[in-house]
């Protein structure tokens, strides 16, 4: 697991190349509980959507590079600040209400 510094979303290369990101980028550093990683900050588009409501956005990725086995991580940066986000443990449900 990373610990998320500057708080965007996490990605391993391959699910990346998968999804046509670029990774061509700057190589720079991510840091986590294993210490440094090699990583390159990208974007994606993700669409959030249910029902009538749809919501294209563009988020900040970074792109960690090597043989690391983690699960992708939702950063805030651009997602989570253009939600209100309830949490439902109970029910095992999250909540996002877009802010305008």
Do not use: C, W
Not at 19 to 26: A, F, T
Not at 60 to 81: A, C, H, S, T, W
């Amino acid at each position: 697991m990373l610990i998320v510094k500057k708080p965007v979303q996490r990605l391993k290369k391959d699910m990346a190349e998968l999804l046509g990101i670029d990774i061509n980028g700057k190589i720079t550093s991510a840091f986590g509980i294993g210490g440094k990683v090699d990583s390159i900050e990208s974007k994606m588009n993700i669409i959030i959507e249910k029902g009538h409501e749809h919501y294209p956005l563009e988020i900040p990725v970074k792109v960690i590079l090597g043989e690391y086995d983690f699960p992708i991580l939702l950063g805030r940066e651009e997602f989570f600040n253009n939600f209100v986000i309830s949490f439902h443990q109970k029910d095992q449900k999250l909540f996002l209400k877009k802010i305008d």
